[in-house]
């Protein structure tokens, strides 16, 4: 079956220390985005990437960092200088960046700092 | 730029009652809509979304919206629900930002109980 997978499924993570949220998937898909989801806050993007080996900043770039060596991934490393870590993440992808496109979501990883 | 106000935090309604959760947006142009269900501890998938043509959109699960462009509204309607209709419902809202890129705008959520 063709998807989104993410994992961990829950991550937890002491503070100052880095880590890294996976986000696979195997839709041949050219964009993908990385949202944060707070409760009561809707979902809020952090990063996207329109094609391999580029991406852009999103509304709450600052304390995260990406990549996109690959079609099929986009990781993305939440760092110790982001200074409110916990919430909900979650990858999504599209066939293209076109505005009529559905986004298709992973399950999220919920990343808890200690 | 864009915001998308979703009414209502929360919504609490007896099976088999009619619902109806409201979404109204900040620009009439050229905007694409969507509405996105969350059921707990998982992704968002889309329920239905509206990209010209028929103002009534029906879309999965029963559900069905609305576009009125003067009252820059989209507001989602279920004639009877379900217990498992219980889940968390987001409107989105894509914009042209200019250079070629769309922004899509999500709403801050409507959780849907559904009381027995």
């Known amino acids: 079956d063709g998807g989104i997978t993410q994992s961990p499924k829950y991550l937890f993570r002491k503070e100052g220390q880095n880590v890294t949220l996976s986000c696979e998937q195997n839709?041949?898909?050219?964009?993908m985005y990385w949202y944060r989801q707070d409760p009561g806050q809707g979902l809020r993007l952090i990063y996207y990437?329109?094609?391999?080996?580029?991406?852009q900043k999103g509304d709450i770039a600052e304390g995260y960092s990406v990549s996109r060596e690959k079609k099929e991934s986009f990781p993305l490393t939440v760092t110790s200088a982001q200074k409110n870590p916990t919430a909900f993440y979650l990858c999504?992808?599209?066939?293209?960046?076109?505005?009529?496109?559905?986004?298709?979501f992973g399950p999220g990883t919920r990343l808890t700092v200690l | 730029a864009q915001s998308v106000t979703q009414l209502d935090s929360q919504v609490p309604v007896f099976e088999e009652a009619p619902v109806e959760l409201r979404c109204n947006y900040s620009?009439?142009?050229?905007?694409?809509l969507f509405w996105y269900v969350q059921y707990p501890n998982q992704g968002l998938q889309l329920l239905l979304k509206y990209l010209s043509g028929s103002t009534l959109v029906k879309g999965i699960n029963g559900f069905e919206a609305e576009f009125n462009k003067s009252q820059t509204s989209f507001h989602l309607r279920k004639p009877s629900v379900h217990i498992s209709d219980t889940a968390e419902y987001f409107c989105a809202v894509t914009t042209y930002s200019g250079a070629g890129s769309y922004q899509l705008t999500f709403g801050k959520g409507t959780k849907l109980s559904v009381i027995p």
């Open positions: 839709l041949n898909h050219d964009a």
């Open positions: 990437s329109q094609i391999v080996n580029d991406f």
């Open positions: 620009s009439s142009v050229s905007v694409y």
């Open positions: 999504a992808s599209t066939p293209d960046s076109l505005s009529t496109d559905t986004q298709y």
